[in-house]
């Protein structure tokens, strides 16, 4: 099959990229398939399996797809070209109009979240992520952490009333507020004291040590998560996740990887639950429900039902 994906942002992605790499990943795959795939990506993209084309803006998006192409595969935004096309969204926005046909979505609730049914969940390269059997006695929190919605304060506030360390990872914005509150006042770290460590942004083997060593991957998210990639990044290390039950979040978490809580009394039962998990089932578990051969399965099974003329619910 001749097939074009197209994504806003640069590939391969550094640090947070969360939409870039599963088009990474899943350019791979279906290269690996055979299939023909040509990549729109911004300038500095590259790839090692396909058509690299860079674009910048809409119209150089749309010069840049291949005449002959059987389907254009769109990453959380849409343009209107004269070729079957398939929409995939990746954020959360129900409010948005989204008049066009065939879009596709990231779990069942982010579906059902946007009045729509047809879902394919996130893929994963399974064997770029190690197995860490042995664990500190630390908890991780890595988001995106300037964003309300990942809920880095409870978190904050967890460790502080159930006494544990903490690391926090995954963004930079947060880190430097603070520290600009410490040369203010002082408050803001005094508050906090030695038990959390700070980390920034992280990629590449430094990301798996955290992910891997973590005793619990801590997500307690104050919104209608889409997905949720780094929790199944923790699983496929072997790291249980504790999480609230937002968005996606019953349908990634099973009882081999992890545990969901609400209140701060379901917290402490769910940290006792998840000391007992094995770390070699919580990777098993993810690996089989979430690898990146089963997402491409899913996209092409979606492309063949567009290219046959099926408008997808």
Request: aromatic share 10%; proline share 6%; hydrophobic share 40%.
């Amino acid at each position: 099959m001749r097939i074009t994906l197209a994504v806003i942002g640069a590939i391969p992605s550094r640090g947070y990229g969360g939409t870039q790499r599963q088009v990474d990943w899943l350019a791979s795959e279906l290269a690996r398939l055979g299939h023909r795939v040509v990549l729109i990506a911004s300038p500095g993209s590259s790839h090692p399996l396909c058509e690299v084309r860079h674009a910048s803006s809409e119209a150089q998006y749309r010069a840049a797809i291949p005449a002959d192409t059987e389907i254009v595969h769109f990453h959380s935004w849409f343009l209107d070209v004269p070729y079957p096309s398939l929409n995939t969204a990746h954020g959360y926005s129900p409010q948005k109009s989204r008049p066009q046909p065939n879009w596709s979505f990231v779990s069942a609730s982010h579906a059902r979240n946007h009045g729509r049914k047809t879902f394919v969940y996130n893929g994963f390269p399974v064997d770029a992520y190690r197995l860490t059997a042995s664990k500190n006695d630390r908890l991780l929190f890595l988001a995106a952490i300037a964003r309300a919605g990942k809920n880095l304060n409870r978190a904050v506030d967890l460790a502080k009333e159930f006494d544990f360390p903490l690391d926090i990872a995954g963004g930079s914005r947060w880190t430097l507020l603070t520290r600009s509150q410490v040369r203010r006042d002082g408050v803001f770290f005094k508050s906090l004291g030695k038990r959390f460590r700070f980390h920034g942004v992280v990629d590449g083997d430094e990301k798996l040590r955290l992910l891997g060593q973590a005793k619990a991957f801590l997500n307690p998210i104050a919104w209608e998560e889409p997905f949720g990639m780094a929790p199944v990044e923790a699983m496929l290390c072997g790291t249980p996740v504790l999480t609230t039950p937002r968005g996606a979040m019953p349908e990634i978490i099973d009882d081999d990887t992890g545990r969901l809580f609400d209140s701060d009394g379901e917290f402490a039962a769910a940290v006792a639950a998840v000391a007992g998990l094995s770390p070699q089932r919580c990777r098993d578990s993810a690996a089989e429900r979430f690898p990146i051969a089963r997402s491409a399965k899913g996209y092409l099974d979606l492309y063949r039902r567009i290219l046959d003329g099926e408008t997808l619910p």
